[in-house]
């Protein structure tokens, strides 16, 4: 894995709110294959940082590069057109749409050139492959929690992205829904998807990620794989404390 090509690179990437920095000055790696997981406590900066890979926010400084091109400074449509998916901490679903109108939307967006039918049976096949066939003839807003994260990241790869952005998406599942939850990261990065989440569910951490990379108050602290991570004392100190 280590000597895998670098698909992600974040170079001195900051990010401030007013007087506060969210970002501090972040280098990364994110390698072709790998599911990498991005941790931190709670303000840590992992959302923001998401929003500047994935243009959702400007960049104050640093620069981000997708296959070796440079995306800071362009639009979410573009750097979703490149190949990069990504789901939000909070669901973002559209409860007045069917079930497979919020997955379609993704499909009809994302491969350029793509038709009408070939989006529909995409759509299918990603519903089956994420495992909401079972809400087919459900309302969306009666979806369970579980169910509305599925949702997002069954749109998310309707885009057909080479590399995914997951935003926690095991927090409030309970232990069976954080066991699937991990399988389909695994069946994710199986088809040939990167993968990189932020997640707080050490279980699931410690158990999928490749290599970890861990921020505090904005800045990169710590990276290694989970065992490594697992035995930092630094990160045991400001984050993990007795969890693992
Ligand atoms: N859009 C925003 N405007 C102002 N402050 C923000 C915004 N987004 C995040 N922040 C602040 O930036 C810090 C990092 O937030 P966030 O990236 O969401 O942390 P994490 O995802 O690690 O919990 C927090 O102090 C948060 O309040
Ligand atoms: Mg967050």
Do not use: W
Request: glycine share 12%; aromatic share 4%; with cysteine.
């Amino acid at each position: 894995m280590s000597n895998n090509a670098v698909l992600i690179k974040g170079e001195g990437l900051v990010k401030k709110f007013g007087g506060m920095t969210a970002v501090n000055c972040v280098d990364f790696e994110l390698r072709e294959g790998e599911i990498l997981g991005l941790i931190g406590p709670n303000g840590a900066g992992k959302s923001t940082l998401f929003n500047l890979i994935s243009g959702f926010l400007p960049t104050d400084s640093g620069v981000c590069t997708f296959g070796g091109k440079k995306i800071t400074g362009k639009s979410p449509d573009k750097i979703c057109h490149l190949g990069l998916g990504r789901t939000f901490q909070a669901a973002k679903n559209f409860p007045d749409m069917s079930l497979r109108d919020n997955v379609r939307m993704g499909a009809l967006f994302g491969p350029v050139g793509q038709t009408y039918a070939q989006a529909d049976q995409e759509t299918d096949e990603i519903l089956a492959f994420v495992g909401l066939d079972r809400f087919m003839d459900t309302a969306v807003p009666d979806i369970p929690l579980a169910g509305q994260k599925q949702i997002e990241v069954a749109r998310a790869l309707a885009t057909k992205p080479t590399v995914l952005l997951l935003d926690e998406m095991m927090a409030g599942l309970n232990p069976t829904e954080v066991d699937e939850a991990m399988a389909l990261v695994r069946k994710i990065r199986d088809t040939g998807v990167t993968v990189l989440l932020i997640e707080h569910v050490m279980k699931a951490v410690m158990n999928i990620c490749d290599r970890i990379i861990v921020l505090h108050h904005g800045a990169l602290i710590a990276e290694g794989t989970p065992a490594e991570i697992a035995g930092n004392k630094e990160v045991i100190e400001i984050y993990l404390g007795g969890e693992v």
